[in-house]
């Protein structure tokens, strides 16, 4: 059975929709405290899946999840980085993905640790609570997100294609039009906003590594793991309760691509 190592923190508050999202797509899962892995990050060396979740680390007192990743990346960036040359998957959602951003994780590991993409203030400077339309790249590598609307016909999918979106600091922004086109290039942009709430750059919702085993977005599929969790899902037809919703989907596809793996 797979494992899924989920990461939490003080402020950390998503860490059981992770949990029961891996569990539900057949994931063994482990939580460790991130002082606790500092001290002994040998979890990392055997863990399949390595999960950062959602949540307001540290208060996100500084910037969002600015702390955590600081300790990542001066404590445990040369560990995390042997996981993800060995091929453990990494997902991390809404702060998570602005630890893998900041950290230097994403969008490539290989790159040591240097941060070149970030997760800033919301176009209109306010929270946003709401569900989202998105839409998905056929040719990206992220093992994440494919085939996220299987099951789904044209008339379901643009109301059943959305996730949960709750962020202050969720607007994306790279550091540079070069990043910005090579991350368009090589298809790293798995995840797009259809109606862009935050102001992102190009729409972008997430972004993975150019294995695409390495994925950060700020949506929450970890809330979106029933059918009855959409906002309409009475409006829904029935024929989809026999199919994954989107967000149960990509963690069945990232525990489906460790099970093939190591078969």
Known sequence: MPTALIIRTAGTNCDQEMIRGFQLAGADTQVVHLDNLIAD???LETCDIIGFPGGFSYGDDIASGRVFAVKAREQLFPQLRTAANRGALMLGVCNGFQVLAQAGLLPDPAAGGKQ?????????GRFLDDWVRIETDPDSPCVWTMNLDQGLTDETRPHAMRLPLASGEGRFVADSDETLNQLEQSHQIPIRYIDNPNGSQSNIAAVCDPTGRILGLMPHPDRYLNWTNHPYWTSLPNE?????????????????SVMMTTA
């Open 240 to 256: 989809l309760r026999t199919t994954n919703t989107p967000g149960l989907q990509l963690f069945q596809n990232a525990v489906e």
């Open 116 to 124: 070149t993409i970030a997760l800033t203030e919301n176009l209109e």
């Open 41 to 43: 990050p040998s979890p």
